[in-house]
């Protein structure tokens, strides 16, 4: 069994950044694949970065390339999504995600997820 506690969101003005973290814990998390996903009001939940259990493969949906990085900490547990130059789009609540094996994109695919954590880009 893995848990998953996010933290980092926020309020934050359009351009600003955030950081958002999620702590892992479980007998075997640091082999697990993890993932970031959002989910806007009224919309499906949409995925935003994934990441290999080796830290080494990183994936990205278009809304966050060139925007967002994904990365993570074996040692200390945890994943990372840095969020730059954020836009009021960009709002939503931010979900990790984690799967045994190989990295997905698609959210079907992630057996453990965290309760989310709330950002809000104002413009």
């Known amino acids: 069994q893995v848990q998953l506690v996010e933290s980092g969101g926020g309020l934050v003005q359009a351009g600003g950044s955030l950081r958002l973290a999620c702590a892992v814990s479980g007998r075997t998390s640091n082999t697990y694949a993890m993932g970031w996903f959002r989910q806007a009001p009224g919309k499906e939940r949409e995925f935003v970065a994934a990441i290999s259990w080796s830290g080494r493969t990183t994936y990205y949906g278009d809304s966050g390339k060139g925007r967002f990085t994904i990365s993570r900490d074996n040692a200390k547990n945890t994943v990372a999504l840095q969020m730059n130059s954020l836009a009021p789009e960009d709002t939503g609540v931010y979900y990790c995600?984690?799967?045994?094996?190989?990295?997905?994109?698609?959210?079907?695919?992630?057996?453990?997820w965290g309760q989310g954590t709330q950002v809000t880009v104002s413009s």
């Open positions: 995600a984690g799967r045994p094996g190989t990295t997905a994109t698609n959210d079907d695919s992630y057996n453990y």
